[in-house]
């Protein structure tokens, strides 16, 4: 199969969200939705790595959407700067969301 180079190349990755549970001490509870990665060039994976970018600017360098982010009433949250802001303010989705794209670039040079 022949590579195709593409401008700007997004991949869907599952996301798993960890948090405490507020009916069963001492445990988490596990939630899944699906972000849009986007794939980075090396220089921006450098930047990326290296820790010194705000959370929300980290989010905005990596995501390109989600499927499946819902509110507590089960409607789909639409992909925003505003929403953006909120999710970074949120650590264990940041947490689950850097851990996600880790394995993405991780699985994806392992496998190659």
Not at 9 to 35: C, D, Q
Not at 100 to 105: A, D, V
């Amino acid at each position: 199969m022949a590579f195709i180079k593409r401008k700007l190349a997004v991949y869907p990755w599952p996301v798993e969200v960890l948090k405490p549970s507020e009916t069963n001490i001492g445990e988490f509870e596990s939630t899944t939705f699906t972000v849009k990665f986007k794939r980075l060039k090396m220089s921006e994976l450098v930047e990326f790595e290296q820790g010194t970018l705000e959370p929300v600017e980290a989010l905005k360098k990596i995501l390109a959407g989600w499927i499946d982010y819902t509110d507590e009433d089960g409607n789909e949250i639409p992909f925003s700067d505003k929403e953006l802001k909120e999710m970074a303010e949120d650590t264990d989705v940041v947490a689950a969301i850097t851990k996600g794209f880790e394995n993405f670039y991780t699985n994806g040079q392992v496998k190659n």
